[in-house]
């Protein structure tokens, strides 16, 4: 009989007031007795709508029985045979609106902890060491991957399976992508990142570091290099900004910027490492999703005594996931919601020392389904702050697009393709991920360029007839 309890086991997390003062992972993981104790709650449906909800298809029942057994080795190979990156996308993927929120569990109760079990699996077996490179024959076909990203590094693993000579081009010192620079350690753990990229480098992918394709080298210029074909994966890392007054001021950051300057750079530990920060006490971040709530976290852990969440809509219509929500609150962070800045004012000096913000209320649903914001008269005011942060989403850099003849993008910069197949207008060459979409999801990243991989693989072997 399965365990029918309703709600999951409990994690063990870190405790707020201690927490909020450091960069450690705030949730702590499963031990094997929880973990196989969450496994009893499974029903083992026959018809798995959880798999349905998951982008890359990993098989979720069978590896929970596995996990149910104690077969934590057949979990962990049931899980990759479908996802590389486990331990990663147990942490950071959206589950209660893809496998979780298919669970037939989640209509009365919480659904099953699928990727609390599934971290648990990947940590399992990364801290025994049991990972062994797989010998792979190669087929002697070169394919290029442009960005170490999920995206990229998926494709990268997939064909590499396959059996080509794949080449990733990375344009930063380092690999990942926005896992690197874009996620906090304290919900991603670098250490867990460079782990799950090692055993994607140890089925032969070849890594280049600090190439910007369409400045170091064209597409163009790969395909003259003898690769048969070439995927995209350059991600989203253009910000957007409001162009509101005063957005040149010093303290005005992109989330792009303020992120990458804690994660990859390492401003926390300045002077220690060259590239600083600076937060004030107060420190607004304007937007609702994941990536504002991992600034807004992040400005409390590097000291600031006031940080503020400015968003137009309401709670219900906030973009980012609850678990990241609650986790915000529990640290302090101020939401002012149904708020929308104005006007960033500045000293004479150039420094920010405030923002003004306009009161919103909401009337009927626009195109996105949420309900429309509209401004209250006469409702101004003038939010103190020292920094603000500006969180409303990337589009993608437009450095392939300028320099690849034949590449269609949309009107805001993503690069057309056929959703099938992932392949773009010039021939032989796919993208995937949030040059495609815009900023979105790993687990969505990691779905198109496992389809793209599986695209070029079909197309390569029509091309060697």
Request: hydrophobic residues 35%.
């Amino acid at each position: 009989m399965p365990n029918m309890s309703p709600k999951k086991v409990q994690i063990p997390e870190q405790d707020p007031q201690i927490r909020r003062k450091n960069f450690d992972e705030v949730a702590l993981g499963y031990t094997l007795e929880q973990a196989m104790e969450e496994a009893t709650r499974c029903l083992q449906c026959k018809t798995k709508p959880c798999v349905d909800g998951c982008p890359v298809n990993v098989p979720i029942p069978e590896f929970i029985k596995a996990v149910e057994d104690g077969n934590i080795d057949e979990a962990y190979s049931i899980i990759t045979k479908e996802n590389a990156l486990p331990a990663i996308c147990g942490r950071v993927c959206p589950q209660e609106s893809q496998c979780e929120g298919r669970c037939v569990r989640a209509k009365k109760g919480e659904s099953v902890g699928i990727g609390r079990l599934e971290r648990f699996v990947a940590d399992y077996i990364m801290s025994k060491g049991n990972i062994e490179p797989k010998n792979i024959e190669k087929n002697g076909i070169k394919v290029a991957v442009v960005g170490a990203g999920p995206a990229g590094l998926t494709c990268a693993g997939e064909l590499a399976k396959k059996g080509y000579e794949v080449t990733v081009f990375e344009a930063l010192h380092e690999l990942g992508g926005v896992l690197l620079y874009g996620i906090p350690e304290f919900r991603l753990p670098k250490s867990l990142v460079a782990k799950e990229v090692q055993s994607i480098i140890d089925m032969g992918v070849e890594i280049n570091k600090n190439v910007i394709v369409g400045r170091s080298i064209t597409v163009d210029e790969l395909f003259e290099e003898g690769y048969k074909a070439i995927f995209v994966g350059s991600g989203a890392g253009l910000p957007k900004f409001m162009n509101l007054e005063g957005e040149n001021l010093n303290g005005v950051y992109s989330a792009n910027e303020f992120l990458t300057r804690v994660n990859l750079m390492k401003a926390y530990d300045f002077p220690n490492n060259p590239t600083p920060v600076k937060t004030g006490k107060r420190v607004a971040v304007v937007g609702g999703g994941n990536v504002a709530m991992d600034a807004a976290r992040t400005a409390v852990r590097l000291g600031a005594e006031e940080v503020y969440i400015v968003y137009r809509r309401g709670e219900e219509e906030l973009p980012a996931r609850l678990e990241e929500i609650h986790h915000a609150k529990e640290e302090g962070v101020i939401f002012k919601l149904l708020n929308n800045p104005t006007k960033i004012i500045g000293d004479e000096k150039g420094w920010v020392t405030g923002m003004e913000c306009v009161q919103m209320e909401l009337g009927e649903p626009d195109d996105s389904g949420r309900r429309r914001p509209r401004v209250k008269e006469n409702s101004e005011f003038i939010l103190p702050v020292e920094t603000v942060v500006i969180a409303i989403g990337q589009s993608p850099n437009p450095l392939i697009r300028q320099t690849t003849p034949g590449l269609s993008v949309e009107s805001w910069g993503g690069i057309i393709v056929q959703e099938e197949t992932m392949e773009t207008s010039k021939e032989y060459v796919y993208a995937g991920g949030d040059a495609v979409t815009g900023a979105a999801t790993v687990i969505l990243a990691m779905g198109a360029g496992k389809t793209a991989a599986e695209a070029i693989h079909k197309k390569v072997l029509e091309l060697q007839g």
